[in-house]
């Protein structure tokens, strides 16, 4: 079982370009969401979605969209990149371990906006 | 608003304890959760406390005491490879998670 994949791993952007992060888990959660993590800060959620054709937004989703269009993926869209948007960026899905949504994380996407 | 604190950084030996402190003022509270996370690659999960008492897990223990808002990590018999960041984190009353910044451990021989 692969789990959840992240691609790509880095990506160097302009300010204004546009891209995709990728994200794709084969356990079959339901549950998948998008995390950014910057220094000195606590994981910020973006959004997040509970099935295939529902999301909803997390903390900090301004410049940012997802859909859901499968169980399996859950894209994020960055559609005019910042600078401020420099970070590390962790796609999850959740499953209850013995009462706890316990996450499951990708190995992470470094994005850099120049 | 709703905060999580805990060190910033600390130092331990190789085979001794150490023990990570969280503190934490949120909205509700639905469980706690700790995440080792070692440089440059994903949170992998620790432990869940949602009653008050002592959780043990082989060299780990995670302590919750929800009338006090604090939690702790215990580590016994420090070995290298424990070298990492530990987040804190508290599901709040809409299941949410609310993230500590982490407590970067480093540990020296």
């Known amino acids: 079982n692969a789990g959840v994949t992240q691609t790509p791993k880095f990506q160097v952007l302009k300010t204004g370009q546009s891209m995709t992060l990728q994200c794709a888990q084969d356990?079959?959660?339901?549950?998948m969401s998008w995390y950014r993590q910057d220094p000195g800060m606590g994981l910020r959620l973006i959004h997040y979605s509970v099935g295939a054709g529902i999301t909803d937004q997390g903390e900090v989703p301004n410049g940012y969209n997802v859909s859901r269009s499968t169980t399996e993926d859950f894209p994020l869209r960055l559609l005019s990149a910042a600078p401020s948007q420099t970070s590390v960026y962790f796609c999850?899905?959740?499953?209850?371990?013995?009462?706890?949504?316990?996450?499951?994380f990708g190995a992470g996407s470094r994005l850099t906006v120049l | 608003g709703q905060n999580i604190d805990q060190p910033t950084e600390m130092t331990a030996t190789e085979g001794a304890i150490v023990q990570i402190n969280c503190t934490y003022q949120t909205s509700g509270f639905n469980g706690l959760f700790w995440y080792q996370q070692h440089a440059g690659e994903a949170p992998t999960f620790l432990s869940y406390?949602?009653l008050d008492g002592l959780e043990e897990k082989g060299r780990f223990s995670s302590f919750l005491s929800r009338s006090k808002g604090y939690s702790y990590l215990l580590l016994k018999e420090l070995q290298m490879k424990d070298s990492a960041s530990y987040l804190c984190a508290v599901s709040d009353s809409n299941y949410q998670l609310i993230w500590g910044a982490g407590t970067k451990l480093i540990i020296k021989p």
């Open positions: 406390n949602v």
């Open positions: 999850a899905t959740s499953v209850a371990v013995s009462g706890a949504n316990v996450l499951t």
């Open positions: 356990m079959n959660h339901e549950y």
